[in-house]
């Protein structure tokens, strides 16, 4: 009987113990192994949500932040804020905002009654303060980020001191009930702290890939051919990188070569696109340098792990113009790395895109990344943006919104903040490009009325069991601007979830030029000769100075110039020139009243490869020495 008994307590220790072993663990530092392990990518996330409490106006209007009316949950008795709550288990894994304050947000973890945690609000991105460093966190094009895991057990609340809080959003994953989970504290584990440095080190060698396999193209491709970069079959393995050179060559404002991977025979493209739209260019020009996909060095490079089953084929397709005799051969050389290490379809997806080329969007309607049925996980966005009206790129006030499984999970407060930015159209915001490893600005344009930007997901990608609808807004409110939209989405599932997509074809691939374009003065360039003072939208001279505003971004051509501007009782006299030669003889900005007048004519201009400018001199008058200039506007003549 006591020998029965021995056995049965090892049995249930053993299996106890089994059971135990499997149990799974979250923590800072397999949150942050998540970061850096990119070939996990592919792998699909069981029982979990990724879910975002934002400012967002919950009314449909566009007061996101401003007011600070939606910037909250609700308030306590002494004013603080609460601007975050979760129950059960999870991970915050991104916060951002444009506009932090020096307010101290406690975090509240479980059922404790005092913080847990406490840290200024602008700590969480100044680097000034452990763990939360680069390149995790910090600030750029307008706005501020933080990727460091911060996991909780049986809830977590957020209270800010401040008495108002304006734009944010915090974004979190859920986990089981069953799960073990570490409760941050501030203070981060040896562990963690290696595979912080791991994450450096990976991400500052992202390219230096081990390869089974690696196959080499150096080759011209000619218009209308097709070129074969790589080929697999019946073996089944991973692409782990693609490099494409010469990047130059794949620019211009056509997009006529394509590139085009197929898995297993399917029926439809994994990946079919513009070259130009899979590496992130904007409008035709080289720009993103993200972790896993973009351009540098004059090299296209994608790092994004894509697992196959039986087969896979990595093609170019040079389409030919309406006039093919204007078409130059291009100069291939690229480079594939694979491994034979096979997809376990239970446990992950194979990689898909959905390019959408949304000409003249309808308004009403959001501009969809991604929507369909089936199971997977979204790990990437590349969006370009042009406006059809001439002037401010309001469009990019529009919200994403992400239902997944019928569920409403993430409500953003504005375009550029999906890309983790702020404040566009404002000096060393969101005025230029800039690329960041997880998310950037691909352009930014005031004359052409055109953004675009790029986000990676990664220990944040999004899990769908059923299916995902993925959009974004087009305007302030109710889509109401007119745009042409082009984005790629990126994916992981068992096969495509996207219904089709059009192939790429000459008309779909353009870029548009607008015949009219804006200059607003705080984004104009300036050289200034003599005594000139600049003060916003104001010039000012009693001297008779001279400056010149720069017009590099403007196409050559033949335009009219115009400007709204106000006169008022210290308004100056000017002429206009380019170069030597005056153009506008005598401009009065003089009223004895204030009043503003719109689309005034100064002249026509001529703007070609050596005038690229308009200089405005002042007459000398110390009492009328003042120009105000809302706006600059050429028009196109035909």
């Known amino acids: 009987m006591m020998k029965k008994n021995c056995v049965t307590i090892l049995i249930v220790l053993i299996f106890g113990s089994n059971l135990y072993a499997q149990k799974k663990t979250v923590t800072v530092a397999s949150e942050l192994k998540k970061l850096h392990q990119v070939e996990e990518l592919p792998g699909y996330i069981e029982q979990t949500k990724l879910l975002q409490v934002s400012s967002y106006d919950t009314t449909g209007g566009n007061d996101d932040g401003f007011s600070g009316d939606y910037s909250f949950i609700r308030k306590n008795p002494d004013s603080s804020l609460v601007i975050f709550e979760a129950e059960g288990n999870g991970v915050i894994n991104r916060i951002w905002t444009p506009t932090p304050t020096e307010d101290t947000l406690d975090f509240y973890f479980g059922n404790e009654k005092s913080p847990s945690y406490s840290v200024k609000f602008s700590d969480l991105f100044s680097g000034e303060v452990a763990p939360f460093e680069e390149p995790l966190a910090g600030n750029e094009i307008g706005g501020f980020y933080n990727y460091f895991p911060i996991p909780f057990k049986d809830g977590c609340k957020i209270v800010i001191r401040g ?3 304006e734009f944010y959003q915090i974004q979190y994953r859920t986990y089981p009930e069953e799960y073990e989970m570490e409760i941050f504290s501030g203070e981060i584990s040896t562990e963690a702290k290696n595979e912080l ?9 992202i390219a230096d890939i081990e390869s089974e396999i690696d196959k080499t193209t150096d080759t011209i491709l000619k218009p209308g051919e097709n070129l074969t970069l790589a080929q697999f079959f019946d073996k089944g393995g991973r692409i782990l990188g693609i490099t494409l ?22 029926d439809k493209p994994a990946v079919y696109m513009p070259v130009a739209d899979f590496f992130g260019y904007a409008f035709g020009e080289v720009s993103m340098q993200s972790l896993l996909l973009g351009s ?14 039986n087969s896979a084929k990595i093609e170019l397709i040079y389409r030919p113009s309406e006039k093919p005799k204007n078409d130059d051969p291009i100069q291939i050389k690229s480079e594939v790395w694979a491994s034979k290490k096979m997809r376990n379809p239970e446990e992950e997806g194979k990689f898909y895109t959905y390019w959408n080329k949304n000409i003249n969007a309808p308004l009403g309607e959001p501009h969809t990344f991604l929507k369909g049925e089936g199971k997977g996980h979204y790990v990437g966005t590349i969006l370009q943006t042009q406006g059809l009206e001439p002037g401010m790129t309001l469009f990019f006030e529009g919200d994403d919104v992400t239902t997944i499984d019928g569920e409403m999970r993430v409500h953003g407060t504005g375009s550029e903040d999906y890309f983790n ?4 159209a404002l000096l060393n915001r969101w005025d230029r490009k800039i690329s960041l490893p997880l998310h950037g600005a691909l352009d930014y344009s005031l004359p052409y009325s055109r953004t675009g930007g790029y986000r990676l ?3 944040d990608k999004m899990p769908f069991d059923e299916s995902i609808e993925h959009t974004i807004e087009h305007g302030p409110e109710e889509n109401n601007k007119p745009v042409d939209y082009t984005s790629a989405a990126f994916y992981y599932a068992g096969s495509p979830v996207h219904k089709d997509q059009p192939e790429p074809a000459n008309e779909l691939t353009g870029t548009y030029i607008p015949d009219t374009f804006v200059l607003y003065p705080q984004l104009l360039k300036y050289s200034i000769a003599g005594k000139v003072s600049v003060e916003g939208e104001i010039l000012s001279s009693p001297t008779g100075g001279q400056v010149r505003i720069i017009l590099s971004e403007v196409p050559k051509g033949d335009y009219k110039l115009y400007a709204d501007i106000e006169k008022w009782y210290e308004g100056a006299e000017i002429s206009v020139w380019q170069r030597q030669k005056e153009v506008a003889e005598s401009v009065s900005f003089y009223s004895e009243e204030n009043r503003d007048e719109n689309e005034v004519y100064f002249s026509d201009i001529e703007l070609d490869d050596f005038r690229k ?16 200039v809302k706006r600059w506007i050429l028009k196109r003549q035909q």
Do not use: H
Not at 197 to 205: F, G, H, P, V, Y
Not at 421 to 424: N, S
Not at 614 to 621: G, H, L, S
């Open 613 to 628: 400018t308009i200089t405005i001199k002042f007459k000398e008058d110390e009492e009328r020495s003042k120009i105000m």
């Open 245 to 266: 050179e010469n990047a130059k060559a794949f620019e211009g404002v056509n997009k006529q070569v394509d590139i085009k991977i197929t898995w297993d025979n399917e």
């Open 421 to 424: 930015g702020g404040w566009y």
């Open 296 to 309: 540098r060095n004059n090299i296209n490079y994608c790092y994004y792990p894509m697992p196959f089953d």
């Open 457 to 459: 997901f990664i220990s």
């Open 197 to 205: 440095e791991r994450l450096k080190r990976a991400w500052n060698n």
């Open 163 to 165: 008495k108002k809080l």
